[in-house]
């Protein structure tokens, strides 16, 4: 499973998330003068190999900036698909960056090349970029209305889509209607009073936009507010300004994806109003209450399980352990020049802490289960490590379906929840039981939390209230994708 | 000064000019098959660093490609700008890879603009490509054609380019009707054919085509013929076949770049069916004639001056010596941590052969003076070692005009002709006297080798006799561009 | 603080300590035939950088071997200084691995020197070899008593080190008398029986030797026994021998080092029969019974502290919380280009789990602080995230002594616990109090599970009992060093 | 074949001889101190990779150096291997640096090795390092007597060896009595007087010291004298000092290797007073004289025999020509990905000046054939391009003995003037005719110039003189080597 991350701001900034590989990263800023200097650099690897810094010096004059980073994908990872994409129009250039994935690109790029336009790459963001060259036709003599431009792209395509979209002195920060990727405001404050509730609104040094707040106490911001379903953000030197929201069909709720509180995002990361490491806390203690075990500890797969196990233990007041000590290097790197090497696997990655477990029945949880080929061999492992019994608890329902936006989940017949073994999941992995959160355990962890923030929120204006009614993006769970799928 | 070339051909064919300095390198193949599979590579440095091993290896399937290699030049070297340019258009991948520079570019890109098309580098290559895709309109049920459009390109620019074009089973080799840029076709023969002159046509086992027909040699190709100014040229499976021949207005004469024969091009190519190094040595023997000298030897600065330098020897019955020797490594990698390094200037690159020329008067032929630096301390090397006179010939005239045709020629501020110092160059320099080629010289010392083999060469068809009259572009040199420049 | 490890084998195994970043990496590979071929293969950076598969290729042929990595260290790190070091003898090629650092290092250096050999590097690997080389003299018609010569090297100098000894046919492990430096003996099995209790002697399929047994699992071993301080075991395709347990001076402890238990040893290895992870949860408890607070929850500084904190909170029944999220990537790589981002420091490396402890009162729990600096921005970050009170409890004692025996710890003048701030240690650092464990404590802690494992041990000899006496080596905390010092 | 060079002074001075690959460069600094402070870098490839700016700057302070760079051999490569050798010893360290190969390498690597002293390398460098530290005994009061200690090691080994020897404050150059490898002096002058006769002994600004003298002028020195053999150069802050010529045994001749000038060395190197450019326009002369040819032009395999080739083009009075076009990157770069690539062997690393020969008879000019692989398929190549007969004339004697002094000879049995083909060489390489200098040719090409020389030589002193009469080690073109061999 791989995602995409989005940053932009008024300061060089590099963030990535961290649990995942990174691809590549791309980042293009702006000195906002007139005509404005653009300097851009991408690279493959992780940020600090993508960006030498002498590339980075280059960037230092820029005074906005928008920046990408994308992780491993089962696709072709030329550096051509590199984001940020930057083209140059009648009006000067304009800068793309996106997370998502148009549920109707297909669609798009047959009605872009028609026009006879021809795509050098396979990325939305290319596609996005030309669709705001494209419609509605250019005029030489006159500045084009980006807005409206942009809000003419939001009409042809529902989701997915977190954009930053830069011109020479403005980028504009554009979630989709159903909010199904996340992006969120900073700001950026002195360093003194970075860590001081009593930062107020005139100390702001300048604003940043992230796909994830925890990117922010990394450069220093502090976290605004997030960006709101169907909402264009404009930053400028003037500060930034709700433009306006666009409306989903009457009748549709968000789908912002419950992966990202599952999985993706990092745990000290806040959307709608709560930390992510809270909401999976919250999976734990209702995993606790859904599929008790009769059992001496609780534990995790290190690291990601960790709050849902913490959660578990506490719920069910089983004393926590930790089972398995991650080996850092070896997992990633190790050369494995001989059979005996490649038929040890996951024994390279983990080290068992025996002492703590031998002779004693374990409730192991994990966050999710894909495919089902890591947790059966660490099962074993702490089997022949001396536990009398292993339990598997999984702080999420089943995956079953594939993602159309964004998401690069295996294929419906990769699934294990889609395999004939499913029937006897604890059979095929070799536990004693295997249990799974419900979907409405997961609704109700997340959805719990939201309602108490409701309020404290800096609320944009009273008609964007609807705006914020609770709706979660389970599609991957559940097969109810939030809009129809055009293929 | 700069250029850029082209290969392309039935093989994995990579082939730099090696007089300069490689900045970027770019490969495209197709298997042929429908749907085609295309694979790319793109990287920056030499040939043989931007082709790593692995990336060869991806494109060994491959039966038709095309390759482009770019040198140092003064704008920004992104990746970005590498071609070819490979774009999806409704009938598929189109990749192209262009040498040369369209005069009317800026006019282009405001069309293509106005389109709504965003154009993503500075480069003609995506220029022509998108011009390509753009007009006239693409249906999408039927297979565009692509010759029609081809030839709709040529008429909106006249010059100047050079052009591979690759659809999914056929590549287009296409020279602008002035034929400024060059670019002829080689066949692939069986190695033990390879330097017979009985290798007959039956024995082609495919087809090439290059900026240069030195690298034929290279990858055991024979030079087969040029492409015709104005010539659209369709290589597939079934062979070569000349489609069209362009014409040019009424009463214009083709305008082949004299700076391949001056500068550029490697000694063992060839064009207008001579060889470059005669055409350099009779432009010594010219020089002679125009301006003879006093003394007492005749050498060369290495090593693309001794040719010239030869031929000045020989017509003027003084003795050739050589007089320099060339530190290979030191000149282009040696670092510099001292001022006194620093200042060492030209000796770090050139060692003096003393004994060779002490007590000695000089002539020294160079093949162009751009600015006067580099000359000037070779001047004063030879006389501080002990010759007694140093008179510089120059193989060309001076450089006085831009090229907007694809040589990357210094400014005209730049230029040392067009300078005050030019009055006294001699003075400027340091030599006892600097004589250079006239116009007419250089022109006749071209020409004079075509005459003689036009008969010989492989005639398409008697209409096409008129684009074989003789005619040069000298526009660095006289200042006559062979059309009007829009700007 | 650093340190090395070594690994050896019958198999190509590289093993780094992986909390610690490495530096440079080593090894030696002999196929054992006579005579012997030789390939060792040295590289600076991690194991994966330092060996490229090629490298590896080029050690398949041997089937032993010895490795070495090394850690960051204060000093000059030269590819010259890593081991192996091999040198050529009057018999035949011996390369040594050497963990430790000999107490009597000058003056045996002087000795050699004054025999009129130069040294090449700064390494006691080097001196060890040159001393096997030099003493006694050496015949040219005989094989030299190779194990007498160890001996005779034990006799000259009393600590520390762990060596590995390699000649065509045969390892030598080797520790010292006062077993400063650990060294453990692995048996490769059957991977089928990895992991099985039930695998017998005779299953054995190799031997491997190394500082750390959690290295073991990583290749498919299963952990043996310690080599015991003073003994010299034997490795050859003969299986393993001990041949001799050279004694310490009358009266003398063992003096293993203590700080492998706080701080250096991965948690899943095994020492003196009882695991890591195990004797820092005892020493978390300790530290709660000695050091008690009035707190709301518990948590670590990630990741070392975990074990204690865990330890901590079972003994004082508060509930364990995580209050830090690592920033994998950001804090090793991360190119700091502006003020702003060198001022942020720890909020970088760390993301506050807000949530988890806004409005409670923390005691933090960490395992060593050494120059107070890192821990202090910690406080400050949980406080200013919501923290009412921040409590600091240290499982190990003060750190106020140089390391004289492989642990470069900083010199005197910078450990913190040699500062007058000392003395308010709490204020200094932003804590709201701080307590250390007790030296007595921390000796209880570690030596409780030496005795119930004692007799679990595989005995080598009744006549050995007295090695394994119960002592380690407390100098850094106490000033009191297993032997008299010699500068 | 191969060899190595050496550089010193009193500046960062780095220099290869640049015909040749290089392997690896090493460099030493002292800042002459007391205690002196020495940094030392070493590293693979050609100085410009060995040596990162990074690594240069930690070596700007010091004030006198050596350096070694070292060609591709057959040998392993390892960078231990690398020169300079620096050892520590009693009295402070010792840096080597070693141009040659010791004759009885074998009998003193036992001796060093009998006194118990272990050898890490392969290397002569630490072979004479450690000889340098041995004997006679270190006492630990007093310092050594180092240039006793040199006199001591010539009195040990006759040949072959150019040192450069490096204590804290002086360094010596030493040349072995029979001056076998070169070595020779230039002063550091203003870079205002660089080129300038007037330079005076009082504009010295510093000493260097180098293998060939064509290195002082990339640095912006002047060639000074040649060490003589058996001489010892002292240079320090006060100068350089002739200390001492140690003899030959009576009646042996000087044996400076006559390859240095057939092959070796720079062409505008100076060697015993004469430019080597001069000595080998000689050689074609005399070949001219010894072996004319019927035929029409003379060319030369470029770039290497193109001095011999304008002597032999002069003598003769037929004119000289260009053949061959070398394609420089292309040879050493190209990877070869298919078999076609393969074949083409010679004709992708030269493009054939077709008309300059087509219909001519060809005496082409090579320095040396030693394996008799490359002419081949050159003639080959010109005969297909039009050649009427192609006559090799080979400016050296057939190389029949394997040299043991440096040069790195493939073995006896791969020499082709030791094959039975030999005595149809043309006919086995294809061509019309073949001839060789003659030993007597070339001892009289070589010697010629140095009796002319003699007198402006600067004397050492007058009992020196028997150092200068002439002699020329030819052992590998006659088996007569200047001692007797020791293995």
């Known amino acids: 499973m791989q995602k995409s991350s989005l940053t932009t701001g008024l300061s060089s900034v590099l963030r990535g998330r961290d649990q995942l590989g990174q691809e590549s990263a791309g980042i293009v800023t702006s000195n906002g003068a007139c005509p404005p200097i653009y300097t851009a650099h991408k690279g493959m690897g992780l940020v600090s190999t993508a960006f030498p810094p002498e590339a980075l010096l280059k960037l230092r004059y820029g005074n906005l900036g928008i920046c990408h980073t994308r992780y491993s994908t089962t696709g072709i990872s030329e550096l051509q698909n590199c984001q940020p994409f930057v083209v140059d129009t009648l009006h000067g250039k304009i800068a793309v960056a996106h997370n998502g994935e148009l549920v109707n690109a297909h669609a798009l790029r047959k009605k872009v090349m028609r026009h006879g336009v021809g795509l050098s790459t396979s990325s939305d963001s290319e596609l996005i970029t030309q669709l705001l060259a494209l419609t509605p ?20 395509t529902p989701t997915s889509y977190s954009l ?49 707040s925890c990117s922010f106490q990394s450069i220093g911001a502090k976290y605004y507010r997030e960006v709101l379903p169907g909402e264009i953000v404009q930053i400028s030197k003037h500060g930034i300004k709700s433009l306006s929201v666009v409306p989903r069909p009457e009748g549709d709720l968000p789908a912002f994806c419950i992966f990202e509180y599952v999985y993706f995002a990092r745990p000290d990361s806040i959307f709608e109003g709560q930390m992510v490491y809270t909401v999976r806390q919250r999976c734990g203690r209702q995993l606790a209450i859904e599929a008790p075990t009769d059992a001496d500890v609780v534990s995790t797969v290190p690291e990601s399980a960790t709050p849902a196990a913490l959660g578990y233990a506490q719920q069910s007041r089983l004393p926590y352990i930790e089972v398995l000590c991650k080996n850092r290097y070896v997992g990633r790197t190790f050369i494995q020049p001989t059979t005996r090497l490649r038929q040890l696997g996951v024994a390279k990655k983990f080290g068992a802490l025996t002492d703590n477990f031998a002779g004693k029945r374990v409730v192991l949880i994990d966050d999710s289960i894909v495919r089902g080929n890591t947790i059966s061999p660490i099962i074993k492992l702490l089997k022949e490590a001396g536990a009398t019994e292993v339990h598997i608890r999984v702080a999420s329902p ?26 006897d999941i604890a059979g095929y992995i070799g536990a004693d039981s295997v249990q799974y959160l419900t979907v409405e355990g997961l609704l109700s962890a997340v959805q719990e939390g939201i309602a108490s923030h409701q309020e404290k929120d800096k609320m944009i204006s009273p008609s964007n209230k609807s705006s914020k009614r609770v709706g979660h993006c389970t599609a991957c769970l559940t097969g109810k994708y939030p809009v129809e799928l055009e293929w």
Request: glycine share 4%; aromatic share 8%; net charge negative.
């Open 137 to 156: 036709p250019m005029e030489e003599l006159d500045a084009p209305d980006w807005v409206a431009r942009i809000k003419n792209l939001m009409s042809e």
């Open 164 to 212: 930053l979209v830069m011109f020479k002195d403005v980028i504009y920060a554009v979630r989709d209607p159903y909010g199904n990727r996340p992006l969120c405001i900073g700001r950026l404050v002195p360093i003194s009073k970075l860590h001081s509730p009593a930062a107020e609104e005139e100390d702001t040094e300048g604003w940043v936009v992230s796909s994830e």
């Open 398 to 423: 089943p995956i079953k379906f594939p993602c159309y936006m964004g998401i690069n989940i295996p294929t419906k017949e990769e699934l294990i929840a889609n395999k004939p073994e499913f029937k």
